[in-house]
């Protein structure tokens, strides 16, 4: 039952909701920095590694929509408590698997279980916190779903300077369970009442659609833009969602309300969330590459330096005050500037530019901060009471195909870039040439081999070619978004609410603006 002041404990509720939101972000890029151990200990290939990292991501952004839908119809809590036990158990499974072949598929089976948590995490926040207080709220949960992203590569750091591999899995398992205990003993039930049932095509629909996009995301990186495999999957992945568009707008029983998108709050909100996590996971993508192979930090230096972008725990908690002194509107085009300009100052980065990088990683955490909890909040004020888990999964899909949007992108241009940026590599003989030209990694690995003058020169041109690719991708990100500053200029509406406006009665700023659309 919702409490019209709040549930009492809604503050020890929020901060269970954050500790699930950390123990998502940190799985996003925790793995990334014991590729070489796994390989090592299970002998996977290069493309088994990089579906150890891929297998999250695809089945966390396939699912999200058809999560949401499922803690509207059988219960928030319960859907939280599922994915937090599923997580807890997935992990244990991954940290000791013993082929490549079973880490993936429990990295798959911890997507799935992340996905199961995440929408229910926004639709609480919304049951038990009073309208006035919802924004407050949903900055800090902005800030606890960011802030797990940078965390990983430290704790990573920290964790395989003492422990194996396995050990960036084991500490999931008591955060799950401290997580799980506090849902089961503070957090009330709640759903949809009146659900109409599941819309089961919708559901099928959605999840195939968005894990074929997804899947063509991130192997574009490594197929390549224009092959057939990346071709097929995007343009099957539209036509699934194409399908589920009019699927919904036709069945008496959507899982989502397409029309909701018409509404300028809602789809000026997706796209600014999608705009912002492009931002964010292209630049740690590459900076963490930065941090790591070019000023050759070991790896719990390199997480030390991410957390500058811990500016975003300062913006979080601002957001909605800037909401209510300067609109909607303003709030999130500041928020999304700032994240352009810290953009901008990481493209300007030289081979040895440590403090510019920490500057430009704190002026994009802030902007972020700013502009993410006010674009959530914009979709959660629009979302029906009955559709609050679908609604809030539009968000978490915004942040998921916008970050996978990200990487895919900056890792496609920053391999295309260094090659051309290396001539070098095709004086050295076949297989070495090869190793230079895959990453920078590969090229510090020889350059340590090679040895003397040669090695060492061959290392300054790879770095440098790094960086000049580097500079650009990151350039693609500040105008991706600078352009979502702009749209959002134009979409957004001045105020958080307006209630004429989205079809609630005069006077009566608590109701759900989405009732009319949806029928209920």
Not at 325 to 352: E, F, I, N, P, S
Request: glycine residues 12%.
């Amino acid at each position: 039952m919702k409490h019209p002041a709040g549930h009492p404990d809604r503050w020890k509720i929020l901060a269970i909701l954050c500790l699930s939101l950390v123990l998502i972000g940190l799985d996003t890029l925790i793995l990334n920095l014991a590729l070489p151990s796994i390989q090592t200990d299970l002998g996977a290939s290069s493309s088994q590694l990089q579906w150890t990292v891929d297998s999250y991501a695809l089945a966390f952004g396939g699912l999200l929509l058809m999560a949401g839908g499922l803690s509207d119809r059988f219960g928030r809590r319960r859907l939280l408590a599922l994915g937090l036990t599923a997580f807890a158990l997935t992990s244990l499974g991954a940290a000791f698997a013993s082929s490549p072949e079973l880490l993936i598929t429990f990295r798959a089976l911890m997507g799935i279980s992340a996905a199961l948590m995440m929408p229910a995490t926004l639709a609480i926040i919304k049951d038990v916190f009073p309208l006035e207080e919802q924004g407050k709220a949903i900055g800090i949960w902005s800030g606890a779903a960011a802030v797990g992203v940078p965390l990983g590569p430290l704790v990573s750091g920290l964790l395989l300077e003492h422990f194996w591999w396995g050990s960036l899995f084991l500490i999931n398992v008591p955060l799950a369970a401290v997580a799980l205990f506090g849902a089961a003993k503070l957090i009330p039930e709640s759903r949809a009442e009146n659900h109409p049932g599941l819309d089961l095509v919708g559901a099928l629909l959605s999840v195939a659609g968005l894990v074929a996009i997804v899947y063509g995301l991130v192997e574009a990186p490594h197929n390549g833009w224009t092959d057939p495999v990346t071709l097929a999957s995007l343009t099957l992945g539209l036509a699934l969602m194409a399908a589920f568009v009019a699927w919904e707008r036709h069945t008496p029983k959507p899982m989502i309300t397409i029309g909701l998108f018409l509404n300028s709050r809602y789809g000026g909100g997706a796209l600014a969330i999608a705009c912002t996590s492009f931002g964010l996971y292209s630049g740690l993508y590459l900076l963490t590459q930065y941090l790591q192979s070019v000023l050759e930090l070991d790896p719990l230096g390199a997480g030390l330096r991410m957390l500058a972008i811990g500016t975003m725990m300062i913006g979080a908690p601002l957001s909605p005050r800037l909401v209510e002194r300067l609109g909607l509107k303003v709030t999130v085009v500041v928020g999304l500037v700032l994240c352009a300009a810290g953009l901008g100052v990481l493209a300007g980065l030289g081979v040895d530019d440590q403090t510019q990088a920490l500057v430009g990683l704190a002026v994009f955490g802030l902007g972020m901060g700013i502009a993410l909890p006010a674009a959530v909040d914009a979709i959660l004020v629009v979302s029906a009471a009955r559709q609050a888990g679908a609604g809030s999964a539009v968000a978490d899909v915004g942040m998921q195909v916008g970050g996978a949007l990200g990487i895919a992108v900056s890792g496609s241009l920053i391999v295309t870039l260094y090659r051309s940026e290396l001539p070098a590599a095709d004086q050295l003989p076949g297989g070495v040439g090869d190793t230079v030209r895959e990453s920078l990694a590969g090229a510090t690995a020889v350059a340590e081999q090679t040895g003397g003058a040669t090695g060492q020169r061959l290392l300054e041109t790879a770095q440098q070619a790094f960086v000049s690719g580097f500079a650009a991708t990151l350039t693609v990100a500040a105008a991706v978004a600078a352009i979502g500053a702009v749209v959002s200029a134009f979409v957004l509406p001045r105020t958080r609410l307006d209630p004429e406006a989205d079809g609630s009665e005069p006077g009566d700023p608590h109701r759900e603006t989405a009732d009319t659309a949806t029928g209920s």
